[in-house]
């Protein structure tokens, strides 16, 4: 590879589904241009814009028996298209999946209107040239206003058709609560290849954050505090928001710590994404 390696690492792999019936040792590497799967006996090369979808979790049912977790790499090749299957229980493997999500998404030029929706009331806003990019929790949008969607505030997404400029196009429609209000954004990719990966990453985050807060318990206290820091509150003020003493709301707030819905902030306590999500839930609930 003449480009400048990005990802590197061994793990367990699958080269392609259709050459392996099990995994063998192999060496994975990444540029901005393409994925490298090298095992002893073959290597296989994935262009970044051959990947037409990209997953993160449970391997497929067939193939348990030798994974847990994988990051499985869709392509299209010459004769039709591949499968492989990267081991990823590591966190090696998990920056390379984000990785390459950048790699595919990071500066493609969208069509976005934001917001469509605030509320259930449509805007008259225009639908305007923008660039997209990819962090781990956020998709950030670059142009004459930017703006950003944390995945932990979102609250439902879904793929649907619109007139964009005079056209019948594919949109990506995208429900957050930033600050405390419920917005719609609707997000229109050049090609569906990537639409299909940028839906495929709120999926993967979204998911990931759900089944943690699935497997999380909150009393209405927990919840009245998350939301009162969310809007602004402060950890003084809680007190009084929630007629506690002051060291019941200590108590309260390690307790949520604990559950890694809340951290330490420099002003403060602050929500994590888990929380953040805890919060869009109950403002959903209020909305419907």
């Known amino acids: 590879m003449t480009e400048s390696v990005v990802a590197d690492f061994t793990t367990d792999v699958i080269p392609d589904t259709a050459a392996y019936g099990e995994p063998v040792t192999g060496r994975v590497l990444m540029s901005d241009k393409r994925v490298v799967i090298a095992t002893p006996e073959d290597k296989r090369t994935i262009p970044i814009e051959a990947v037409f979808d990209l997953a993160y979790g449970s391997a497929p049912s067939d193939l348990r028996r030798f994974f847990e977790t994988t990051v499985t790499v869709a392509f299209e090749t010459d004769g039709g298209r591949g499968v492989a299957l990267v081991e990823g229980a590591d966190e090696k493997v998990e920056r390379f999946t984000n990785l390459l999500f950048k790699a595919i998404i990071n500066g493609t030029d969208a069509l976005v209107k934001h917001p469509a929706r605030i509320g259930g009331r449509i805007t008259d806003n225009a639908v305007v040239p923008m660039t997209v990019s990819l962090n781990p929790g956020t998709v950030s949008f670059d142009g004459s206003d930017p703006f950003a969607i944390e995945v932990s505030t979102v609250t439902h997404f879904e793929r649907m058709n619109r007139q964009v400029k005079g056209q019948d196009r594919s949109v990506l429609s995208v429900r957050h609560t930033p600050e405390m209000q419920a917005l719609t954004s609707e997000i229109t990719l050049p090609s569906n290849r990537k639409m299909n990966i940028l839906g495929r990453f709120l999926r993967i985050e979204y998911s990931q954050l759900r089944e943690a807060l699935e497997d999380t318990e ?71």
């Open 218 to 288: 909150l009393s209405d206290r927990e919840t009245q505090a998350l939301v009162g820091l969310y809007s602004g509150g402060s950890d003084a003020s809680l007190a009084g928001m929630l007629g506690m003493e002051s060291n019941q709301v200590t108590m309260l707030l390690n307790g949520l710590v604990d559950k890694d819905l809340l951290q330490e902030g420099e002003s403060g306590m602050e929500l994590t994404d888990l929380g953040k999500l805890a919060v869009s839930d109950n403002i959903e609930q209020i909305n419907t």
